[in-house]
């Protein structure tokens, strides 16, 4: 499986982004997705994740209500909707996949800048 993220960039606190994985490869072992971040001296932290068999979601706190995690499966692709940005929101964030058996998988990560 191949993750390819999209959609990184900066904008200005309050400002809105959305990212885009898109997975290739066998991509029917997929059965959960997640977007990880990771800030410059901090530990990778899980942002939020959805199952692919069905709409179950979670979040972490510092982004419920403000970000909204979803996928296209006829597109084999998922998506992060940021809004209301915050410069603690500045991080790397990567896609990630868990196929059935466990394995992981992890794309590249696209840098998202807030300004203050």
């Known amino acids: 499986v191949q993750l390819v993220e999209s959609g990184g960039g900066l904008v200005q606190a309050g400002g809105s982004l959305r990212l885009s994985c898109a997975a290739s490869g066998s991509t029917f072992s997929i059965n959960a997705m997640a977007w990880y971040r990771q800030a410059p001296g901090k530990q990778r932290e899980l942002v939020a994740a959805?199952?692919?068999?069905?709409?179950?979601?979670n979040y972490v706190d510092s982004v419920k209500g403000r970000f909204t995690i979803s996928r296209d499966n006829a597109k084999n692709t998922m998506y992060l909707q940021m809004n209301s940005l915050k410069p603690e929101d500045t991080a790397v964030y990567v896609c990630?996949?868990?196929?059935?058996?466990?394995?992981?998988?992890w794309g590249q990560g696209t840098q998202v800048t807030v300004s203050s």
């Open positions: 990630n996949a868990r196929g059935v058996l466990g394995t992981r998988y």
């Open positions: 959805i199952a692919i068999g069905g709409n179950s979601t």
